[in-house]
């Protein structure tokens, strides 16, 4: 659903509050101000879709998790992520978007991996947690 929406429609982006880049802080007119912003309207609510609604969900979650990973390896000193689980499964459109968060949070310095097999690797990870805490 979400792959047919546009969040552009449900979210608040830069332009919106200052009709373009806001070159102060470097942040393009496309930038997400506020997940979920332009809800605030009663006519605007009424004028997006359901894929509109689910696009810009998707969104503001890959975006929190790549602005959130991107922490944490810099934290610990890791250059490389490699995302794993049943989530990514032959979804292209998350993949994208972590993709895309991940490179803009950490201004083009750490790209997503995502592996082929992702689930049975999610399994993997967590048995080896279990094991080690054994």
């Not at 990973?69 to 978007?97: D, H, W």
Request: charged share 20%.
């Amino acid at each position: 659903m979400a792959s047919h929406g546009d969040s552009t429609r449900v979210d608040k982006l830069v332009q919106d509050i200052y009709g373009g880049d806001y070159d102060r802080f470097g942040l393009p007119g496309w930038t997400v101000a506020s997940s979920f912003g332009n809800m605030i309207s009663k006519e605007q609510r009424d004028s997006v879709s359901k894929e509109d609604l689910a696009r810009a969900a998707l969104v503001a979650v890959t975006n929190n998790i790549g602005s959130i990973t991107r922490m944490c390896a810099r934290n610990e000193n890791i250059e490389r992520v490699v995302f794993v689980g049943n989530f990514l499964r032959g979804n292209m459109l998350s993949m994208k978007l972590l993709a895309y968060s991940m490179e803009y949070w950490s201004a083009g310095q750490m790209k997503a991996l995502f592996l082929q097999h992702e689930g049975y690797f999610g399994a993997v990870g967590s048995l080896l947690e279990l094991l080690k805490s054994s």
